[in-house]
């Protein structure tokens, strides 16, 4: 089959196009079910390739959702029919690919720094509609990754062009290049002037000041080395717009300045974790008040209590084991969601207590013959009711 031109190659800017329909047939992948695959002689639609994902857009009344290649054919995926032989003109989704050129751009630049500076290739590049990625094959520290991206920001800020060129074999000898892969036949290459030489497919802005502005989200070890995550342009505005608009709201709700906002939280966290502490203690003296009105006499004890932390479950039990000669069975819990439990005694084997609930209710849990804890999926009623059989058997 004619292999499909490449309109993007020569005008990265060009939004709408007419071309000829060479076939149209129904999409037979998985992927593309109930979708017509149309293959035109030419096309502005920048097809899946090379880590960046594909363009989308319009022909004529169909709207593209995907667009593929494989042998130098690009296949475009429709919602409707195209007539083979017919002239279709074609529109692409001009924020999508501008901002996909504007992330590409960028992307260059910070690569080809990283390799200047620290002779570290970009192994992995992801360009979707939600991240763009790198993949480095050595470490970086944040330290180094914030002069990069000071410097990237240096070279949009210079406005230089960035331009494509095909050199020949002989002028390729020559050339110092980044290259992904070893490339047969006739090489595009991509150069951000003074910043970086690079082999790539993709449409690129004509001056780096179209980028805008790069900003790095993230930095992880990744294999040998790291994937760092960054955003340009548009992408990079509303993502500073939504942490603006989270800032503020928590400024808001906190009453406090930006630059507040982490002591302010940090202390809020503090004052949370003194509060349960105090809480817990509370709930810790009133359970022993209530208990200390069981008599002494009474041998065997059940307590059920909505909240309460399993140290302060344990510290109960452990009190009234020393006051009781039979079970002592704490409950934290409720009847919706289930309870935690742990019962211990002085004489009895409480691993008896346990089989009775775990036979009756279905328990989980294990222990020794001093002491058992775990958790039952059952109600009070019926707990208490299993407690009751397994004490005066
Ligand atoms: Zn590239």
């Excluded at 520290?141 to 074999?169: H, L, M, Q, R, W």
């Excluded at 080395?225 to 939504?242: E, H, K, Q, S």
């Excluded at 709201?249 to 002591?263: A, D, N, Q, Y």
């Excluded at 932390?309 to 704490?330: Q, W, Y």
């Amino acid at each position: 089959m004619e292999t499909t031109k490449r309109l993007f190659d020569d005008d990265a800017y060009l939004q709408e196009f007419t071309a000829t329909v060479v076939s149209c047939s129904e999409a037979q992948d998985e992927t593309h079910k109930g979708l017509y695959a149309v293959i035109l002689d030419r096309t502005a639609f920048f097809p899946e390739e090379g880590g960046q994902s594909p363009d989308t857009g319009r022909l004529g009344d169909a709207a593209v959702s995907d667009v593929q290649i494989k042998n130098d054919v690009i296949t475009h995926y429709t919602d409707r029919a195209l007539t083979a032989g017919a002239t279709v003109s074609g529109k692409i989704d001009w924020e999508k690919r501008f901002s996909n050129m504007q992330q590409h751009s960028g992307e260059h630049i910070f690569s080809g720094l990283v390799y200047s500076r620290f002779g570290y290739h970009n192994v992995g590049f992801h360009l979707s509609d939600h991240v763009v990625s790198m993949d480095f094959d050595g470490v970086l520290t944040a330290e180094d990754v914030a002069g990069i991206e000071k410097a990237v920001n240096g070279a949009i800020y210079a406005n230089v062009p960035i331009t494509v060129s095909y050199p020949t074999k002989e002028e390729e000898q020559k050339l110092t290049y980044r290259s992904k892969k070893e490339i047969e036949g006739q090489i595009r290459l991509v150069t951000v002037e003074g910043y970086d030489v690079c082999a790539c497919c993709a449409p690129h802005v004509h001056r780096t000041g179209e980028i805008g502005i790069l900003k790095v989200m993230s930095l992880q070890n990744y294999k040998k080395g790291v994937r760092i995550t960054i955003l340009c342009g548009y992408r990079a505005l509303d993502a500073f717009c939504t942490k603006n608009a989270i800032l503020s709201s928590l400024t808001g709700i906190l009453t406090t300045s930006e630059e507040e906002t982490v002591t302010s939280v940090a202390r809020l966290k503090d004052e949370v974790r003194d509060l349960k502490g105090r809480c817990n203690l509370l709930k810790q003296e009133l359970l022993q008040k209530r208990l200390s009105e069981v008599p002494a006499s009474q041998e065997d004890l059940i307590f059920f209590e909505e909240e309460i932390e399993t140290s302060v479950l344990r510290h109960i039990v452990n009190e009234e084991v020393k006051k009781r000669s039979g079970f002592v069975a704490g409950f934290g819990g409720n009847d919706a969601s289930g309870y935690a439990y742990i019962a211990g005694s002085a004489k009895k084997d409480c691993r008896d207590l346990l089989m009775h609930l775990q036979e009756a209710l279905g328990a989980k849990g294990g222990g020794k013959a001093e002491m058992i804890q775990g958790s039952v999926p059952s109600t009070k009623e019926k707990i208490t009711e299993v407690f009751e059989a397994a004490v005066c058997s």
